[in-house]
């Protein structure tokens, strides 16, 4: 049965949806040796070879799910042309091809989801779900009541007006404070572009939670598969079965 390419990349363990029309746009997708870069293509995995990269891609026969507390100074994805640490340096043992559900920046820490599961990564990376994601802020100085307020009720940032947040202030001091900020969207660099824009720098990020997903029992670098529980608290959150 014939469905469109980027869905099928995500299906096979590939990207995400969104990380998979990136990869088309880019030109590093081929379907029976020609390379496809528009959008709308379809295929048909019982006739059509999809390549990646020059690599054959095969539908998922097993699902992985697996949660990371991601230290800083690692790149959130599986290969980095700079050379620099990356997330899959931290999986050993790990042998299917999984990919991160969203990013955390170099200089952040905290909590990333990785899975060959396309549509759970789809939808809970897309702001339509709402699925939760609790930061932990040190930032430089101590926001005052306006600030708050403008990171609860959403920040005009160069892409838009940002979600409405959850704001709590954790420790309150001079020359930093603490905050818990909790986002239902995961724009680029948002919790650091949210706090500059109230004129108090991000000094240090971690996310410690992912809808239902907490970090505790992992210390910085450690990984572990989710429970059959875990998986299905997530799916349901999103909708799915």
Same mark, same amino acid.
């Given at each position: 049965m014939?469905?469109r390419?980027q ?5 096979a363990?590939?990207?995400? &949806?969104?990380?998979?029309?990136k990869?088309? &746009?880019?030109?590093r997708?081929?379907?029976?040796g020609?390379i496809i ?5 379809t295929?048909?995995?019982?006739v059509?070879?999809v390549?990646v990269d $020059?690599?054959p891609v ?9 949660i990371l ?5 690692f790149?959130t994805?599986?290969n980095d042309?700079?050379g620099?640490p990356?997330v899959?340096d931290?999986l050993?043992?790990i042998k299917? &091809?999984?990919?991160p559900?969203g990013?955390?920046?170099?200089n ?5 989801v990785m ?6 990564? $789809? ?8 699925v939760?994601?609790e930061y932990?802020?040190r ?8 600030a ?6 959403g920040v005009l940032?160069?892409?838009g007006?940002?979600m409405?947040?959850k704001v709590r202030l954790?420790?309150?001091g001079?020359p930093?404070?603490?905050?818990s900020l909790v ?6 660099r948002q919790?650091?572009r949210?706090?500059?824009a109230? $004129? ?5 990020l971690k996310?410690i939670?992912?809808g ?6 992992l210390?910085?670098g450690q990984?572990r ?10 799916k349901k959150?999103?909708?799915?079965k």
């Amino acid at each position: 049965m014939a469905e469109r390419l980027q869905k099928f990349l995500a299906k096979a363990g590939v990207s995400s &949806r969104r990380a998979g029309e990136k990869l088309i &746009r880019e030109g590093r997708v081929k379907v029976n040796g020609r390379i496809i870069t528009q959008m709308g293509f379809t295929v048909d995995q019982a006739v059509d070879l999809v390549e990646v990269d $020059n690599r054959p891609v095969k539908p998922v026969k097993q699902k992985e799910y697996i949660i990371l507390h991601k230290p800083v100074g690692f790149v959130t994805t599986m290969n980095d042309p700079f050379g620099r640490p990356t997330v899959r340096d931290l999986l050993q043992g790990i042998k299917r &091809r999984i990919f991160p559900v969203g990013r955390l920046d170099l200089n952040s820490s905290g909590l990333l989801v990785m899975t060959n599961d396309g549509e759970l990564a $789809n939808r809970l990376m897309h702001p339509s779900f709402g699925v939760e994601k609790e930061y932990l802020v040190r930032v430089d100085g101590l926001p005052g009541p306006e600030a708050l307020e403008k990171l609860a009720k959403g920040v005009l940032l160069d892409d838009g007006l940002t979600m409405p947040a959850k704001v709590r202030l954790i420790k309150a001091g001079r020359p930093t404070s603490v905050l818990s900020l909790v986002l239902k969207e995961g724009r680029n660099r948002q919790v650091r572009r949210m706090l500059e824009a109230v $004129n108090h720098p991000v000094l240090s990020l971690k996310r410690i939670r992912f809808g239902p997903l907490t970090l505790k029992g992992l210390k910085s670098g450690q990984w572990r598969r989710l429970t059959a529980a875990e998986v299905k608290a997530l799916k349901k959150e999103v909708g799915l079965k």
